[in-house]
């Protein structure tokens, strides 16, 4: 691939960026390599950069976004997938700490819930469905005010068990990624129950089967995939639930390319909540510890996310899944460039790759006595004057760190 070093005052829309004069972490551009879709891109890029690289014709890469105006059709069919909603964003958001006042209850209310959930399930009684979605539509109008209050609990709680910890995880993110698609509340109350109930079916397998560390013998592993049976059965012994939610719950581990279970479904045979879920189900999966399994950053997990586009998920809700996670979501562990350790409090919609942190680590990873509170969007240089930037994202756990411990 052969790139071309122009000024950036000699860029314009539609050209395709492939490097920068500075590296891309310092930059609000979440991946290397990118077409310039609109005056604001443009203008950011002349006031961060002197000079960029761009190529053009073949030796662009293949898969790469195309400008806005070709992703019309694309754009066109998501939004007639979803219908035209109004936004959800408006006058009743809320601070971050305002909310997260409100959410802990909330929270709490929802994780006592699905405990509640699966030992009734085990024990052959039915869910009370009436409690669960009267506290899933609370916890959607949180998620409406200010998703990244319940963002930040569901990460740095600490729960009984990981099965109760990945429910509330998943209908957390779940209803994030609905709210940014503009999905009107029945749809979010929707994804918030199935999260809380998708793999119910679990509690029909053998437990010492999931929670082998081994790799699955293919018998081992045809078992495993009949939870989402399981999970079916149980879940319609109560007539309250939706179909949404039963669908959703059925087709979760569906792939956009045919490759997923139980039915073999592709594409838009899967319906957009069984779409949601099986994102929002992988993501959570490997970026919240259990037993046997080490966790990966939330930086690694989204560029994970992003190779799979078209290929087990739709492209369209892959992007809009990292636009609303980013690669540093709250809770999320973090090393500075200066080798201090913080956690991420909230993000900065303007700006995701600098978001508002709290201290826990000094350069010698040693804890701090009190944890600062610093926003990256404001304090751009450490204290002899360097750049401060977010190295990488960290797995939970590292450097012994407890989430459940910090005084926030």
Not at 209 to 217: D, F, G, W
Not at 219 to 246: C, F, G, N, P, Y
Request: hydrophobic share 35%; aromatic share 8%.
């Amino acid at each position: 691939m052969t790139a071309k070093r122009i000024p950036t005052s000699q860029l314009e829309i539609g050209m395709y960026v492939s490097r920068l004069d500075r590296p891309w972490r310092e930059t609000p551009f979440l991946f290397q390599g990118f077409y310039v879709q609109d005056q604001e891109e443009l203008d950011t890029l002349n006031k961060l950069c002197k000079d960029v690289f761009i190529v053009t014709g073949s030796d662009i890469p293949r898969g790469t976004q195309k400008p806005i105006d070709d992703q019309a059709a694309d754009t066109s069919e998501l939004r007639a997938i979803l219908g035209q909603q109004p936004s959800h964003k408006g006058e009743h958001e809320k601070p971050f700490v305002e909310e997260l006042s409100s959410a802990k209850k909330y929270h709490g209310d929802i994780s006592r819930l699905a405990h509640e959930a699966w030992e009734s399930l085990q024990k052959g009684e039915a869910v009370n469905l009436e409690t669960m979605q009267e506290s899933v539509s609370v916890m959607t109008e949180s998620v409406l005010r200010n998703p990244d209050a319940f963002v930040w609990l569901s990460r740095v709680k600490k729960y009984d068990s990981y099965t109760y910890a990945h429910a509330v995880n998943v209908s957390v993110w779940a209803t994030v990624l609905g709210k940014r698609l503009l999905l009107p509340q029945e749809k979010l109350e929707a994804l918030a129950l199935g999260g809380l109930l998708l793999d119910v079916g679990n509690i029909r397998l053998p437990k010492k089967l999931l929670e082998k560390r081994e790799r699955l013998s293919n018998d081992e592993w045809d078992t495993v995939k009949t939870h989402v049976i399981h999970s079916i059965a149980l879940i319609q012994r109560s007539r309250e639930v939706s179909q949404s939610v039963i669908d959703m719950v059925a087709t979760h581990h569906e792939r956009y390319d045919g490759s997923g279970y139980p039915k073999g479904l592709e594409g838009d045979e899967i319906p957009l909540l069984g779409q949601i879920a099986g994102i929002v189900d992988a993501y959570v999966s490997v970026t919240f510890p259990r037993a046997g399994h080490n966790a990966v950053p939330s930086d690694f997990a989204t560029n994970v996310l992003f190779k799979q586009r078209n290929k087990y998920f739709k492209a369209d809700l892959v992007d809009e899944f990292i636009g609303s996670v980013g690669l540093y979501p709250p809770g999320s562990l973090v090393e500075l460039n200066t080798g201090q350790v913080a956690i991420v409090v909230t993000q900065n919609s303007q700006w995701r790759l600098r978001p508002r942190l709290m201290l826990i680590l000094d350069r010698n990873k040693k804890p701090f006595d009190t944890y600062p509170i610093i926003d990256l969007m404001k304090e751009t240089e450490d204290e002899v004057g360097n750049p401060l930037s977010i190295r990488a994202g960290i797995r939970d756990g590292e450097y012994a760190i407890d989430l459940s411990k910090l005084p926030f």
